[in-house]
């Protein structure tokens, strides 16, 4: 996944060096072109709003055992 991301930060930046450096946030402000920055934004917003229900499962369980989230009990 992160070679996958590079690579699509690199086509932003048009420099792999720069996208190993910058956040997918940050692109926007340092990249010549805005459009291709707020596209990777916003697939990872919609990342982000898919895996919400997963995460909030696990979250629930991580309140009730706290370190112990693992444990086979």
Not at 2 to 26: F, P, Q
Request: proline share 3%; net charge positive; no cysteine.
């Amino acid at each position: 996944m992160d070679k996958l991301k590079t690579k699509l930060k690199s086509m932003v930046l048009g420099d792999e060096r720069k996208a190993r450096v910058y956040e997918v946030e940050e692109l926007a402000e340092v990249s010549p072109s805005k459009g291709k920055a707020y596209i990777l934004m916003m697939l990872k917003l919609i990342r982000n709003a898919i895996l919400l229900p997963f995460a909030l499962g696990y979250a629930g369980k991580l309140k009730e055992n706290g370190i112990y989230l693992y444990s086979s009990s």
